[in-house]
């Protein structure tokens, strides 16, 4: 029986459940940890901003064994613990009926060895009296090992599934715990806590997720075009990768008073992962034709408050003699500031895919965030190269828009470039406004209203 998929129970944090299969079929990929997924649902088409029913935090999966089923979930984000299961029903006469017929076989391997049983509710809650009556409901296994508080050999968990508003769980698991995830990042990780961010910086879960999803591990480089403050690069680091970022404005890398995306890392130990960050945009960037990178990690600008823009000047005729001031090039001095021309939503996705197409070895992933007014859901035009295959669409949703963390991988062979969309629809010309550049920071500050929607 050992050869066979054995059933596994992984118990998730109830949040971003969009995220939880696509963390842990790549962390599969990762590890080499093969997963089928027997009963699990995150479909939000149904769910998304129209329904606030709450998806269940449990997945069954079939996994090869106890070491493999702790390898895949030792560095999840969203997955709290996974356990051997041993059996699950409606109730409890189903339960142990389930227990007795099915799992004789395990009993003997937790002889003589310390142990302890935990009660997990979720949405509901037990009495101690009730705990301590479910517990002693096991007795038929016959253990006789030491009960063990504190470090047991094993741990059995009973886990109750609660209705809303019902004091009693439609459905009951119980296992051996095997192993736990990583969600104390979490807390390490917590943007109260760090030195240096900034309004924009993505919050540690999210940005611990993205890099499981992006493959990141050691010896692996790892790139960030908007890097800002240095969310992903500081949370890939964690994992090992060897990152690198740049963004369009110097002044975000270097920071001031001693705080600065280097401080970052050095906050928690990291400098050895962070590579360098340098000033450029994917329209100027000094990396050239030559696939070195594993994983692209990015948050983009939504361009709301200011606007998208890239690096240049929005009159190509204008002379690029070089400034001096005070004797010494402006552009060598710490306070100088660029000159930057307008910019369109449609052309920074355009050159986003295809800067991944150029630079990413095969099997590298592009992960990066892109928001939608949740009125275009159904319609959402997911963005395509041909040497890039999509592997995951995840969602946060906010009150009236989403952003979507999507996914792709490399695709072996050489890249070509797509044809570029015409000057006036990527950048607008001289005289394009921010809006009709950007549908999505038209669409906000119009309060995401439809054509002819009522208050």
């Not at 050999?153 to 004091?167: D, H, S």
């Not at 591990?217 to 075009?225: E, L, R, S, T, W």
């Not at 690029?320 to 910019?343: A, N, T």
């Not at 859901?377 to 669409?393: K, R």
Request: aromatic share 10%.
């Amino acid at each position: 029986m050992s050869s066979q998929p054995r059933e596994y129970l992984i118990y998730f944090a109830q949040i971003h459940e969009t995220f939880r299969k696509a963390e842990l079929d790549s962390l599969s990929q990762l590890t080499g940890v093969e997963i089928q997924w027997k009963e699990y649902s995150d479909d939000v088409s149904v769910t998304l901003a129209y329904e606030k029913e709450k998806e269940s935090p449990f997945a069954i999966v079939h996994l090869s064994n106890n070491p493999s089923a702790k390898a895949l979930v030792e560095r999840s984000i969203l997955a709290k613990a996974v356990y051997e299961l041993w059996g699950t029903g409606p109730d409890y006469d189903h339960l142990h009926a389930t227990v007795k017929s099915q799992t004789p076989y395990l009993w003997p391997s937790c002889m003589s060895r310390s142990f302890k049983f935990e009660i997990e509710c979720y949405n509901g809650k037990r009495k101690q009296s009730a705990q301590r009556e479910i517990i002693e409901s096991f007795a038929y296994l016959g253990l006789d090992g030491e009960i063990k508080m504190k470090g047991p050999e094993i741990t059995f968990t009973v886990l109750e599934e609660f209705p809303e508003k019902l004091a009693t769980p439609t459905r009951v698991f119980f296992g051996r715990r095997v192993g736990g995830g990583s969600r104390a990042l979490v807390e390490k990780y917590d943007l109260k806590k760090r030195h240096y961010i900034g309004t924009t910086s993505m919050d540690a879960e999210l940005a611990l997720v993205t890099a499981n999803i992006a493959l990141v591990a050691p010896g692996k480089i790892v790139f960030d075009p908007f890097v800002g403050t240095g969310s992903f690069v500081v949370s890939c680091a964690h994992f090992g990768g060897s990152c690198l970022g740049s963004d369009i404005d110097g002044r975000q890398i270097r920071g001031k008073d001693g705080r600065s995306v280097l401080s970052n890392f050095q906050q928690y130990g990291l400098v050895g992962n962070y590579l360098d960050g340098f000033v450029s945009d994917l329209t100027n960037t000094p990396i050239r034709q030559t696939a070195f990178i594993d994983a692209i990690v990015c948050d983009p600008p939504y361009g709301v408050r200011e606007g998208l823009k890239v690096l240049g000047s929005r009159d190509p005729e204008k002379g690029k003699e070089p400034v001096i001031r005070g004797g010494v090039l402006r552009h060598l001095q710490d306070d100088y500031v660029p000159p930057k021309r307008p910019y369109s939503f449609l052309a920074m996705l355009d050159d986003i895919m295809q800067f991944a197409a150029d630079h990413l070895v095969p099997g590298g992933r592009l992960c990066f965030w892109m928001p939608t007014a949740n009125e275009d859901f159904s319609q959402l035009d997911i963005p395509s190269h041909p040497h890039l295959q999509l592997v995951s669409v995840c969602v946060q949703e906010f009150n009236k828009w989403s952003r979507r963390l999507i996914t792709y991988s490399r695709i072996q062979g050489d890249a070509q470039a797509l044809p570029t969309r015409e000057r006036g629809e990527r950048n607008g010309g001289k005289k394009a406004t921010a809006d009709e550049l950007n549908s999505f920071r038209k669409k906000y500050f119009e309060g995401f209203r439809s054509s002819g929607t009522q208050n």
